[in-house]
């Protein structure tokens, strides 16, 4: 019954945006850290962010810095991602992960990340 149900996904010009929800069931949200991955097809699965449980620390990576911000309601057992200036090379699979340790160095291996989402694709085209 532990699962996590991401949404928000979809078709975006160049430019646009969008906003990613990481719904949590089964397991209270807020004693993990959140991450978010992507994956694009015929490319390795990585790491686009991450916050601990409180939010009080939060990662991105280079690609995406200055353009994605990460967030959590922890009252509603939800982690956002709020992408803005989409590129085509945003495009993939976005899919959410729990941890119960907050660390930079496990993020970027997936390492620790037990529960994952389903996924929800995003597309940035012309």
């Known amino acids: 019954q532990v699962q996590f149900v991401e949404s928000g996904g979809g078709l975006v010009q160049p430019g646009g945006s969008l906003r990613l929800s990481c719904a949590a069931s089964?397991?209270?949200?807020?004693?993990?850290?959140i991450g978010w991955f992507r994956q694009a097809p015929g490319k390795e699965r990585e790491g686009v962010s991450c916050?601990?449980?409180?939010?009080?620390?939060?990662y991105y990576v280079d690609s995406v810095k200055g353009r994605f911000t990460i967030s959590r309601d922890n009252a509603k057992n939800t982690v956002y991602l709020q992408m803005n200036n989409l590129k085509p090379e945003d495009t993939a699979v976005y899919y959410c992960?729990?941890?119960?340790?907050?660390?930079?160095?496990?993020?970027?291996?997936?390492?620790?990340?037990?529960?994952w989402g389903q996924g929800t694709q995003v597309t940035v085209s012309s």
């Open positions: 089964g397991f209270t949200l807020e004693n993990y850290a």
């Open positions: 916050i601990s449980s409180r939010g009080g620390s939060i």
């Open positions: 992960a729990s941890s119960r340790i907050y660390l930079v160095s496990h993020f970027l291996s997936s390492l620790g990340y037990n529960y």
